[in-house]
């Protein structure tokens, strides 16, 4: 019964900001690891961060010094702000999450948890665009 819900997409000029939201509903307990990946046209779905049961964020090496993740944990809101946009930033940027999570990471375009566990929970995801 776990569902999440992306939103705060849209399309913005370079150097502009934007802060998606994810709401979560469903979890029975609030020890989960959630995170951020994205699709761009013609590439594959990589990671942008993670963070985990505590608080404590993971970033992928492109998302390092613009992206920010953060939880509130009392809505269940995942939020994920993003400044100095780039061109290369346009993609559909989806929410994730996994159970029994105390600990996940990003490195290498993987996002996981402590345990090896792949995200398993899915939003439909928000597009955002980024004009020159």
């Known amino acids: 019964q776990v569902q999440l819900e992306e939103s705060g997409g849209g399309s913005v000029q370079a150097g502009e900001s934007l802060r998606l939201s994810c709401l979560a509903s469903?979890?029975?307990?609030?020890?989960?690891?959630m995170g951020w990946f994205r699709q761009a046209a013609g590439k594959e779905r990589e990671g942008v961060a993670v963070?985990?049961?505590?608080?404590?964020?993971s970033y992928e090496d492109f998302a390092k010094g613009r992206f920010t993740i953060s939880r509130d944990n009392a809505k269940n809101i995942l939020y994920l702000q993003m400044n100095s946009l780039k061109f290369e930033d346009t993609a559909m940027y989806y929410c994730?999450?996994?159970?029994?999570?105390?600990?996940?990471?990003?490195?290498?375009?993987?996002?996981?948890?402590?345990?090896?566990?792949?995200?398993?929970?899915w939003g439909q995801g928000t597009r955002v665009t980024v004009s020159s």
């Open positions: 963070i985990d049961n505590f608080g404590n964020p």
């Open positions: 994730a999450a996994v159970g029994n999570c105390d600990a996940a990471y990003c490195a290498g375009g993987e996002c996981y948890t402590s345990e090896g566990d792949k995200f398993n929970y």
């Open positions: 469903g979890f029975t307990n609030r020890r989960y690891c």
